[in-house]
């Protein structure tokens, strides 16, 4: 007999496997799905590894394999159980990561007649087992539900069971279907034929108020096929109503029709060949092409590719990659938002076309599944995508580019809380894949590994376009305290306003950006100092200036904005900040000649809204440009020439050690939009602290002295990279209680480090969390510092209430 472990897809089977016997005659690998009896459930479970012995004494047998080849590979077997272990998750969570999309279904039991059943055996059963008998026999196989159906769930149970028992029926399992939901449009069609609708068209004009239901009559009589009613829309210019007159006439009806989603629309997409490399390329892609050549499991390697942006990194990527195809393996590139990188995605069709797999969660279930089996097969040299890509089944992985690194996308937030910067290295040891982390604002702890040498440093010191060494743009700090005492109290200070103004007049296109969506951000009295703020959350509450509403970012509750202060009834409730909607008005206001267009995630929800915004921008629809985070990530506008900060304020102001560097890196994001023209560019942040160092560093462009001032303080407080952190939140809808609970671990905790003798362990807290409430709960915090916390906390056990955050990115 031979054993299996298993990870078993069950809340009880946490981080454990369990051990099951395999069956003679079942041929079972490592990396197989399979049912399982468990309990008295049949569930799904993943082989993670075989052993002669089993782990316990008495083992139940595996019921079947779901899938005749094992799913997951040993090297993702192993990335998963790493996972498990390192973030405290479910291993069964781990594994789920990289299952093919729709994986986790119910089994589906169905019985049928065993070959030979026994005449004695079927004459002596009472009526009701017979019939149930004997139509099984007839259909051959029937599902369990459907018996259930027909008879009550315990009767159909009891009968199924005794027909087993005695060798009459077998089960089997399947699993349920996947539910795929195709993507249906409208088409407007003709319900006449092409001639009948000329004539009734003709008839029409005679009319003068149905004029346009003739034109679109004609219009229709003219197609060889249908199209869709949003582009018979767009063609006739004509609006619902004159459709829907033609619908009710009798004359054309609304068809819906299934669309394939493509991911990338290869009708836009030119095959591109590779440029020469500057020297500076030419420097990190020889390393990166040793590596890909003779790297082999085990110590991975890993390159930091650090340069601002318009450096040439992507360049490098791309032909990292085509080396990698050439030495007949494949990659994975991860980006931090799907949705925010068409421009790079475009670059990567172009240089592999049709060998591009994009993974997008606004793909269909179905498609998702499609594509993990065609990736499975081999079909991309490439797969982009969102951190979840990573676990992707490219075959032959040989290497992982990741794009941004520093950005905080790549920790998941919901269990298992894993980064993809850590996962892909340790799946590149695993599989012996070479990593690429890119950034022109390296994570601090990244670049401290770089330094140290733990990572190569590769560098790429200077923008590439349009001219080799063409000019990072001029930074101006403007200090709005400065504005305030010379009696200025606009949004924009002076330099900021005859800026736009002469950009705008030059027809030059500018970027305001802000870190916050909303109104006017949020509103204090003016004599008592009150701020608003959510009465579940305890956040403060943010203003929507177009419903005029107070809303809650935690929660969503909203609430109108009120007349007096709550507090000491003074009617001079005053609005402060600005959010993007009030400062598209004030922008209104000031610059009365520009065209303006507004990107936040207020107006984005669609899926094709920030193409087009983007596209309407890029083809100078708009002179000014406002928005939130979003514009700061990964676009290339080459007649940008200004970029705003409004307020630099926000992020440096959090409760976080992290603030400076979140800031810097913002700064310089937002920066790097400036200039990336043959024109030139200038960027003037407005801020309360000006002399602080992530502002100053961002303004001289100078990551090293940003690293300087900030390793400096991460080794005197003993932050990470000079320790690991874990935070610990334990949420109750009793303040008290939570507290308590929060403290009691807190104790337990202490008394286990004591106990063990493990020294440099620090234990910090309880203290109620930065937003104490979220949706009626609240949250009290532990931060634990210190070097093997996954080892130390695994043996606790936390009850439910509890999440753990190893490696937070975030203590807010
Ligand atoms: P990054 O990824 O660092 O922002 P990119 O790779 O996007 O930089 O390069 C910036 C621009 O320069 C892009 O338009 C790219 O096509 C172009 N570019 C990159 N490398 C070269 C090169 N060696 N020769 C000519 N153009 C290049
Ligand atoms: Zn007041
Ligand atoms: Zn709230």
């Keep these: 007999m031979r054993y299996a ?143 259930q159906k027909r008879l009550g769930k315990k009767k159909a149970q009891t009968i199924v069971s005794q027909l087993v028992g005695r060798g009459l029926l077998v089960r089997s399992y399947e ?68 459709v829907k007159s033609l619908i009710s006439r009798d004359l054309a009806c609304i068809e819906q029709i299934e669309v394939k989603r493509e991911p990338i629309s290869y009708r836009d997409i030119t095959p591109t060949s590779p440029p020469k490399l500057t020297a500076a390329q030419e420097l990190a892609l020889k390393s990166i092409k040793e590596s890909l050549t003779h790297k082999t499991k085990g110590h991975p390697d890993v390159f930091l590719l650090h340069g601002v942006t318009g450096s040439g990194k992507t360049e490098v990527y791309l032909q990292a990659l085509t080396k990698t195809v050439k030495l007949g393996k494949r990659g994975i590139v991860l980006v931090p938002e799907i949705a925010l990188t068409p421009q790079t995605i475009e670059r990567f069709a172009s240089r592999f076309p049709r060998k591009v797999a994009v993974l997008h969660s606004k793909l269909s279930p179905g498609e998702q599944f499609d594509e993990w089996h065609r990736i499975r097969s081999g079909e991309f040299d490439v797969v982009i995508g969102p951190r979840s890509a990573l676990f992707a089944p490219q075959p032959e992985l040989g290497l992982i580019v990741i794009d941004e690194e520093h950005e905080w996308t790549y920790k998941q937030d919901t269990l298992p809380r894993y980064h993809a910067r850590d996962a892909a290295i340790k799946l590149a040891e695993l599989t012996g894949a070479v990593v690429i982390l890119g950034s022109a604002t390296p994570d601090v702890e990244t670049f401290y590994h770089a330094q140290g040498g733990d990572y190569h440093l590769l560098q790429l010191p200077e923008r590439v376009v349009p001219v080799e060494s063409s ?60 701020v608003l703020r959510c009465k579940r959350c305890e956040v403060t509450l943010t203003h929507h200036f177009a419903e005029d509403v107070l809303v809650c970012h935690q929660c969503n509750y909203k609430t109108p904005v009120p007349q007096t202060c709550p507090q000491c009834l003074s009617r001079q409730m005053k609005f402060l900040g600005i959010g993007t909607q009030k400062l598209e008005q004030e922008s209104t206001y000031t610059f009365p000649q520009a065209r303006l267009l507004r990107w936040d995630s207020d107006i984005t929800r669609g899926k094709d809204s920030h193409g087009e915004i983007l596209g309407k921008f890029r083809a100078g629809k708009a002179d000014i440009l406002i928005g939130t985070q979003m514009v700061a990530k990964g676009l290339d506008l080459p007649s940008v020439t200004l970029v705003g900060v409004v307020s630099a304020d926000t992020s440096l102001n959090l409760p976080d050690f992290r603030a400076g560097e979140r800031t810097f890196q913002l700064l310089s994001q937002v920066a790097g939009r400036a200039g990336r023209g043959t024109l030139g560019g200038q960027v003037i942040i407005q801020t309360f602290s000006p002399e602080h160092y992530a502002i100053q560093a961002a303004a001289k462009h100078d990551f090293a002295s940003f690293y300087e001032k900030e390793i400096a303080y991460r080794r005197q407080l003993h932050n990470p990279p000079f320790s690991r952190l874990a935070l610990l939140v334990y949420n109750h809808t009793n303040d008290a209680r939570c507290q308590g609970e929060a403290e009691r671990m807190r104790d337990r905790l202490i008394a286990e480090r004591d106990a063990k003798g493990i020294d440099n362990l620090g234990i910090i807290g309880p203290a109620p969390a930065f937003i104490h409430r979220l949706r009626g709960r609240f949250r009290w915090q532990l931060i634990l510092r210190g070097a093997e916390l996954p080892a130390f906390l695994s043996p606790i056990p936390f009850p439910q209430g509890w999440t753990i955050d190893i490696d937070p990115v975030s203590l807010l």
């Excluded at 589906?108 to 004997?134: C, G, H, K, M, Y």
């Excluded at 003739?214 to 004159?242: D, I, M, R, W, Y």
Aim: charged residues 25%.
């Design 175 to 242: 699993m349920e279907p996947v539910k795929v939901s195709p993507k249906r449009v409208p088409y407007l069609r003709l319900n006449v034929t092409p001639s009948q609708a000329r004539e009734m068209a003709a008839r029409l004009r005679e009319d003068k108020r149905a004029i346009k239901q003739a034109n679109l009559l004609e219009f229709l009589s003219q197609l060889s096929q249908p199209l869709p009613l949003s582009e018979v829309k767009k063609a006739t210019n004509c609006s619902a109503s004159v």
């Design 471 to 530: 000019p990072l743009p001029q930074v101006e700090v403007v200090d709005i305290r400065d504005e305030l005492k010379a009696g200025y109290r606009s949004i924009f200070s002076r330099s900021l306003s005859q800026a736009v103004t002469k950009a705008v007049s030059g027809g030059e296109q500018v970027i305001l950006f802000l870190n916050r969506r909303g109104g006017a951000t949020f509103i204090q009295c003016r004599r008592c100092g009150f």
């Design 5 to 147: 472990e298993v990870s078993v897809n069950s809340p009880v089977a946490q981080r454990r496997t369990f051990s099951y016997a395999i069956p003679p005659g079942l041929s079972i690998d490592v990396g197989q799905a399979v049912w399982v009896p468990f309990g008295d459930k049949i569930l799904q479970g993943i082989v993670s590894e075989l052993s002669p012995y089993p782990a316990v004494e008495e083992t139940k047998e595996i019921i079947d394999v779901i899938e005749p080849c094992p799913l997951l590979s040993p090297a993702r077997i192993l990335l998963a159980r790493w996972i498990s272990e390192h973030y405290l998750s479910p291993l069964f969570d781990a594994v789920a990561l990289m299952l093919p999309p729709g994986f986790e279904r119910k089994a589906l039991t169905f019985v049928s007649t065993t070959p030979n059943p026994d005449a004695r055996d079927i004459s002596s059963l009472s009526p009701e087992p017979r019939q149930v008998f004997e139509s099984v026999r007839k259909q051959g196989r029937i599902g369990l539900k459907e018996l």
